[in-house]
């Protein structure tokens, strides 16, 4: 007992521990240690919560990435409505605003101006210290259970200090700084998947993914700006104060929100922003002016689903005219033909745009984008700017319309041919983007050792576009396993190589075939499977062999893995080519199996048991030790965090909070067939 009571307390002492880790790490930015030291202690605590599930909580740490996919979320009801805000384009409408609050009460204002990011809106309720609901705003009235995505974000507390009220509500706006948005974006680019049009989409596609695990992989964050309610302990009576009061608890509060006294101030903090808005990490298209006195707020009130003490004042759109002059196209590293618009330049935030992307032609269709046109563009985040609409009035007749087969028909070959090399040009059923179908096409080629050898695959530095066109004009890399055949005087033949970084090269080539099996996968360039998904196939599959066995049946039972993706993966492996590269690789001696087996050993890791009724095969005891044996854990009441309840005769209450709460139930014999089976 002494021993468990000891391990119980150095748990506690690591969760609080890597609690203040992760508050200085992602809330104050201003890290105390080292991520190797930070990896350490949770190392340890997951060791321990692994081997003593008993103590395994809901706020732990660990718990942040834990959960798995959910069907469907579920509905919550909010206590408050979540309203939305009014608008105000211009300074007149401000001021405007301002007259008319001022009228209703009386006498002097003052505000807080805040950035009004472009997110996704969320509500956190925390019940006795503990984050316990994490909803979308929905309609309003009622939003989707996010709890388990939620807590994949660093800077949200799981837990907050004893002083918080028992039970209360935060809200604030989930957000995918504009890094995340670029890279995400260029990474469905090169898969040949849909962008998000601007970083509010991608943000509230990454919160609302089934599966928690592809959410903590995007870098959300989250601001606080608002206290919905609070129960058993007084709160401040100002907005400014709240927001102080809020960051004490521990969460994250925006540091550019200001105290403004008068409604000159906020014109003027309207104007500074307005010009360094570009400087921001996060897209902010205005700003928000509250009513400090939170008097006054409830005196001035809502008025339909907008509360009158509150206002967005707005940034123009970062948009410009320019023409089209014509629409091209490029190849893909998985043979995807690409159009892309070619712009008359245009300076447009600062920034010149020659290029836009247009991502197949229905999209080029749907909008009605001709070549020839005038059109209206906007930077969305840093990198790809898009073609909201072309500008009608302004056609003179000689506009051309797109058709992709047609702009690549070769008139002496009599069909479409691959702007590239020339091969036929094919289009899957239900697919939107055309390919060409020569895997040797050089294009694709050099894409795919572009991509093999960049920062989320193999990471080989050294080897950027011009090496990597050089090696394969030279005849030296056909492919990507010729990478580690590679010799010293290969090397040294091209052009502007010297000794010193042929060696560097070759040292980057030789450290690249210990990378982890989930960027190998990536780095193979399987069409459909991004980074993500290849994380999640690495952790399914020990080995890449594995993987390469097994059949689409397989794979769809993955929950993040629909036909489209098993279809691709399946028959990647089952070209000749590409058997051959991966066993050259192997030959090289690229690590191609998983690091560590442990899923083997604990199959039913990070699975939460609960058992009702009476067994019939065996004690409740007997049962809990077999499941506890192989990894996973038991408690004796439902919670969320429940992921089985066990029915046995005659169940009691628990059933029905099951059944409430939407857990999934088995009987004994599936309680056993799922044992045997994982034995
Ligand atoms: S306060 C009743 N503050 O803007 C006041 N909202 O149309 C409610 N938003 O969906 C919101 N930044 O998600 C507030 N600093 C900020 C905000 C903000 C972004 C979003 C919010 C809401 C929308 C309002």
Redesign the pocket.
Known sequence: MAELGKVKARIEKLKAQINHHNYRYYVLDSPEISDAEYDELMRELKGLEEKYPQFLTSDSPTQRVGAKPVEAFGVVEHPLPL???GNAFSEEELIAWYNRISKLVGGQLSFVG????D?L?VALTYVNRRLTIGAT?GDGFHGEDITQNLRTIGSLPLSVPKEAPPRFEVRG?VFLPKVGFDKLNKERAAEGLPLFANPRNAAAGSARQLDPRVTARRPLDIYI??LGYAEGRPTPSSHWETMEYLGSLGFKVNPNNRKLATIEQVSHFYDSWRERREDLPYEADGI?VKVDSLDLQGRLGDIGHE?RW?I?YKFPAIQGTTRLKKIEISVGRTGTLNPYAVLEPVAVGGVTIRKAALHNEDDIRRKDIREGDIVIIQRAGEVIPEIVAPVKGKRRGREKEFRLLEKIYDSKKKRPACPECGAEVVKAEGEVMYYCSNAACPAQIQERLEHFVSRGGMDIRGIGERLSAALFEQGLVRDVSDLYYLKEKDLLKLEGMAEKSVGNILGAIEKSKKTPLGRVIFALGIRHVGGEMAEILANEFSSLDELAQASAEKLIAITTVGPKIAESVTAFFKQKENRRIIKRLEKAGVRLKAEKIEAREIPLAGQEFVITGRLENFSRQQAEAQIRALGGSTKSDVTRQTDYLVVGAEPGSKLAKAKALGIKQISEEELLRLLEQKT
Do not use: D, Q, T
């Not at 805040?114 to 990011?117: G, L, R, T």
């Open positions: 309203l939305s805000l805040e950035h009004k990011i997110g809106a705003r706006e700006y608002m928000v509360p509150a967005a």
